[in-house]
T-cell receptor, first 116, second 113 residues
């Protein structure tokens, strides 16, 4: 089965610019997650979708970050405008049901963002 | 406060040796605990997942233990290989609602020849 796909793999932008990341989850997976992973730290949940509804976006900086999951499949995460502290790896993951209830999470390779 | 603490932060061992990574958590109420392996430049991959009633689970050379009374878990790696060099992340699920996952910072393991 195909894994979670993410693009681009790498992105370098200047502060105050905008950037968008794309994620295609495993087919049939209802739950989709976006994580931010700063070097040397564990992943931090930004937003979790169940189909096309938001389950948790409590740690999403809503003044600059936005995410959508149209038709309950693909998802995009946008940062506008970017700050230096946004430099991180952005991981997308998916699971058949809720990972917190025991479902296995599958992660994509991540997008490495560098903000200069 | 619901937290997951891992130790050591980093570890260097020689190929063929065994090692044990520790995870202590204060998450309550507890639902399940999982260990992920994250190779450099890749996303995490699930190794094991344990519920409250399970105290040991193996996946090849990886064996995870769980003591729900002391809120501790360990990941034991037997006969290490160079390919075991990675970060190992402990994740605890908090029961309630959608059962939020709480991630540890990980232990960085380097296996040297």
């Amino acid at each position: 089965e195909a894994g979670v796909a993410q693009s681009p793999r790498y992105k370098i932008i200047e502060k105050r610019q905008s950037v968008a990341f794309w994620c295609n989850p495993i087919s049939g997976h209802a739950t989709l997650y976006w994580y931010q992973q700063i070097l040397g730290q564990g992943p931090k949940l930004l937003i979790q979708f169940q189909n096309n509804g938001v389950v948790d976006d409590s740690q999403l900086p809503k003044d600059r970050f936005s995410a959508e999951r149209l038709k309950g499949v693909d998802s995009t995460l946008k940062i506008q405008p970017a700050k230096l502290e946004d430099s991180a790896v952005y991981l997308c993951a998916s699971s058949l049901g809720l990972a917190g209830l025991g479902e296995t999470q599958y992660f994509g390779p991540g997008t490495r963002l560098l903000v200069l | 406060k619901n937290q997951v603490e891992q130790s050591p932060q980093s570890l260097i061992i020689l190929e063929g040796k065994n090692c044990t990574l520790q995870c202590n958590y204060t998450v309550s109420p507890f639902s399940n605990l999982r260990w992920y392996k994250q190779d450099t430049g890749r996303g995490p991959v699930s190794l094991t997942i344990m519920t409250f009633s399970e105290n040991t689970k193996s996946n090849g050379r990886y064996t995870a233990t769980l003591d729900a009374d002391t809120k501790q878990s360990s990941l034991h790696i037997t006969a290490s290989q160079l390919s075991d060099s990675a970060s190992y992340i402990c994740v605890v699920s908090r029961s309630g609602g959608y059962n939020k996952l709480i991630f540890g910072a990980g232990t960085r393991l380097a296996v040297h020849p």
